[in-house]
């Protein structure tokens, strides 16, 4: 079993990046307590600023992995490319949020890739990843 977390724009300063809202830690301190939790899963980690990066790395696993959690960041709100990607995937994508987004700015509450997802997580802190892989697990079944 193989999954990808990929995390997009500024979710490389988790830790440091409004630790109100995201927490105080980084993903890099994290990701084992993830990978531990599923010991017999091969979690893979990615992380971009780019769209077009983000989109790559999920045409490259997204026809042999078992799935991908994705928190596409800003781009939730904005890609259409991200959504079309998500689409042409033969594996199943779970959007994930740190923080509840329905507690936000208005132009959180909008997300241009639900709709192309198995579902969507949000508002549990970085356990929000684990809740997504656990899905990806159940769905694949």
Do not use: W
């Not at 994290?30 to 790395?57: C, H, T, W």
């Amino acid at each position: 079993m193989k999954i990808l977390v990929l995390n997009g724009p500024n979710l490389n300063l988790l830790g440091t990046r409004e630790p109100g809202i995201y927490g105080s830690s980084s993903f890099d301190n994290y990701l084992p307590r993830l990978r531990e939790a599923f010991p017999g899963v091969e979690i893979e980690y990615f992380q971009s600023n780019v769209e077009g990066v983000m989109i790559d790395k999920m045409q490259e696993v997204g026809f042999t992995y078992d799935g991908i959690v994705l928190n596409a960041g800003a781009y939730t709100h904005t890609s259409v490319a991200l959504q079309d990607c998500i689409r042409s995937l033969k594996c199943p994508v779970v959007e994930v949020h740190i923080s509840n987004v329905h507690k936000r700015e208005e132009f959180r509450h909008k997300s241009m890739l639900s709709c192309a997802c198995l579902g969507v997580i949000c508002g549990f802190g970085l356990d929000s990843y684990r809740l997504a892989v656990s899905a990806i697990l159940m769905h694949n079944a």
